[in-house]
Nanobody, 122 residues
């Protein structure tokens, strides 16, 4: 599975961005997808996950502001980020879980994209 994340950028606090992650190499519709982020000097953390049947889950810090979705026809998962805050600044990574664990943990994901930088200015 190859994953390519894009859509990051610089935005002011309160603004919005939509990240995309294009997948190739396996049947996209059969596995779970997740978004994680890593801020400078911090560990990578869970942001959101979507199961192969489109059940979703979110970190408390983004609940109500971020929305994860998928388009199986386009082999793409999205992360719509609204009401962005400076503390959302990080490199955002998409990841694929072929075993459908729908998990929060980094170790549950089998493949990772290269990351896209999101910077929120105050």
């Amino acid at each position: 599975v190859q994953l390519q994340a894009f859509g990051g950028g610089l935005v002011q606090a309160g603004g919005s961005l939509r990240l995309s992650c294009a997948a190739s190499g396996r049947t996209f519709s059969r596995y779970d997808m997740g978004w994680f982020r890593q801020a400078p000097g911090k560990e990578r953390e869970f942001v959101a996950a979507i199961s192969w049947v489109s059940a979703t889950r979110y970190a408390d810090s983004v609940k109500g502001r971020f929305t994860i979705s998928r388009d199986n026809a386009k082999n793409t998962v999205y992360l719509q980020m609204n009401s962005l805050k400076p503390e959302d600044t990080a490199v955002y990574y998409c990841a694929a879980d072929l075993n459908r664990r729908w998990g929060y943990n980094i170790g549950q994901y089998d493949y990772w994209g290269q990351g896209t930088q999101v910077t929120v200015s105050s």
